[in-house]
């Protein structure tokens, strides 16, 4: 990627969404001299890490008129990875040991991480760049530039112009709801994990959650706690899986997939076991959604591919007006948000230039051409998996940024493993101290913390 042949532009440039990344995008866009203007539409920063004990009223999300609440969060909610991995990398997410009101566990809770976004909204004057409670209705491209409509919480509306739109507004607001046989005539009630926000509501009932990674293995354990009975769904297991958890009230059982539901109320897995159930739990993701970018039909979302995207960031041929920050999933999130936004903010300026819209979707089809000779199904486009660092690497160096640390990447595959191998006690028991340590070591060499490391290294859990 060569250095561009004409001075370093100043643009002007909207940032949908004052999320995790639509703050770090805000701050990587002025640092490179843009101005910035952030458009979201709830009252402070946090995107969805902040709590509300609100739910949508189509619990399954199927009615694209319906209200739309968009944390996901759900109150017992922990971080799934260690806080030292979590953060941005020149703003380190450790704890405040001057604060007794903050979390200090390595996994701590929601609420920590909505506290150290703000903190880091703080720290970079991020907030008045923000327009709080304006919704953003439609963002389309008019004469090389983008047009931007929205209106605020008091009814006025803006109509304005940017050179460019950075699309940091999440996806984790649209459920994915499992395909299951019979499921029309089925009389119980579905919800999915969008809308979990306590146990009480499934108190003495049996429940069927469907999905067992991060959000299903918390949200079962949970409700299991005051339900009946619980059983979980899980795709990765094999077909005659059928074991019982004895954690936390030996009431919770581990299945295949389901196979059917009946109108009687039944629910049978492919196992062959027949469960009468009260309530299904869709822990089964979200999809892609972007109701107000009008591209004329050259971007869409097919089978959860949004598509063409370049790196997943710039779709090729309205680049780089238009961008995404942080489209791909993967455990180094909040990193990723940042490198991804150095390297918009480096091609919005024309201080690093992109290949041509031809070169670029021939990188997009062959990207696509080897993905499917893998055999890994559309769906799974942005999942990276093994080959995050991969990935952060490559932009890395598209725009002068440090490689992922060898600590940062450890601690993710290390603590995918205890995830999957202790799910009860992973939060509060590891074997890796050692990453840890290097971590708060890197921190105090770079200056980012003015503490010694031991002080939280002594102090463990």
Known sequence: MAPAPSPINSQHVAVIG???AGLVAARELRREGHTVVVLDREKQVGG??????????????????????????YKSLRTNLPRECMGYKDFPFVPRGDDPSRDSRRYPSHREVLAYLQDFATEFNIEEM?????????????????????????GFSNDEIYDAVVMCCGHFAEPNIAQ???????????????????????????????????????????????????????????????????????NLWMHSEIDTAHEDGTIVFK????????????????????????????????????EPLYKHIFPPALAPGLSFIGLPAMGLQFYMFE?????????????????????????????????????IPKRYTHKLGKSQCE????????????HVEHWRD???????????????????????????????????????????????????R
């Open 48 to 73: 969805l890490w902040v709590y509300t004990p609100e739910t949508e009223s189509d619990e399954l999300g199927l009615d694209p008129t319906r209200p739309i609440v968009h944390s996901s969060v």
């Open 391 to 402: 990935y952060l690497d490559w932009i890395a160096d598209q725009c002068g940024f440090p």
């Open 180 to 250: 299951i046989p019979g499921i029309e005539s089925w009389p119980g009630r579905q919800t999915h994990s969008h809308s979990y926000r306590v146990p009480d509501p499934f108190k003495d009932e049996v429940v069927v959650v469907i999905g067992n990674f991060a959000s299903g293995a918390d949200i079962s354990r949970d409700i299991s706690k005051v339900a009946k009975e619980v059983h979980i769904a899980s795709r990765a297991s094999k077909s005659n899986t059928f074991e019982k958890r004895p954690v936390p009230n030996n």
């Open 130 to 154: 923000i327009r709080f409670e304006t919704e953003v209705l439609r963002v389309e491209p008019v004469n090389g530039k983008w047009r931007v409509q929205s209106k605020t919480g008091g």
């Open 271 to 306: 196992n062959g076991k027949v469960v009468h159930a009260d309530t299904i739990v869709h822990c089964t993701g979200y999809k892609y959604y972007f109701p107000f970018l009008e591209t004329n039909n050259y971007m869409r979302v097919d089978d959860n591919r949004v």
């Open 18 to 20: 004052a999320g995790a």
């Open 410 to 460: 450890q601690e993710v595959t290390r603590g995918y493993q205890r995830l999957g191998n202790q799910p009860e006690t992973f939060r509060d028991e590891w074997d890796d101290d050692d990453l840890m340590e290097e971590a708060y070591e890197d921190f105090a060499r770079l200056n980012l913390i003015n503490f010694h490391p031991s002080r939280f290294l002594e102090s463990g």
């Open 339 to 375: 490198v991804q936004s150095k390297w918009v903010a480096a091609v919005l300026s024309g201080r690093v230039t992109l290949p041509s819209v031809n070169e670029m979707m021939d990188d997009l089809k062959l990207s696509y051409e080897t993905q499917e000779a893998l055999g």
